[in-house]
């Protein structure tokens, strides 16, 4: 059983930065592509990024058009951990932003078919 934690949201001015961590403990991400989803209040929760395993070695594989140029998602296959780089942040950034480990679609037309998935952690962005 893979626990997964999320760490680094917090309240960002606008136009400000953040990066987000994903820690994973219980067994190894290696096989597993990595993604980060965000759910707004109100909204359905979206893929923002993904990349694939350590094993494929592809890279991200997967960004929404909301986020393009502005995010980039890496992952440490030694500490076992992911992380989402977010620039250029505003208010319509703000949700819970929650990593999951599990199968991709490598053609970006349909979300990660996870396995596990972390609580989440909450960005802000002030207005």
């Known amino acids: 059983q893979v626990q997964l934690v999320e760490s680094g949201g917090g309240l960002v001015q606008p136009g400000g930065s953040l990066r987000l961590s994903c820690t994973a403990s219980?067994?190894?991400?290696?096989?597993?592509?990595i993604a980060w989803f965000r759910q707004a209040p109100g909204k359905e929760r979206e893929e923002v990024s993904c990349?694939?395993?350590?094993?494929?070695?592809?890279?991200?594989?997967h960004y929404a058009d909301s986020v393009k140029g502005r995010f980039t998602v890496t992952r440490d296959n030694g500490k076992n951990a992911a992380y989402l780089q977010m620039n250029s942040l505003d208010a319509v950034d703000t949700a819970v932003y929650s990593c999951?480990?599990?199968?991709?679609?490598?053609?970006?037309?349909?979300?990660?078919?996870?396995?596990?998935w972390g609580k989440g952690t909450l960005v802000t962005g002030s207005s």
């Open positions: 999951a480990i599990g199968v991709p679609d490598y053609s970006g037309n349909n979300p990660l078919s996870v396995d596990y």
């Open positions: 219980g067994g190894s991400t290696d096989n597993y592509a």
């Open positions: 990349i694939s395993s350590a094993s494929r070695r592809d890279g991200p594989i």
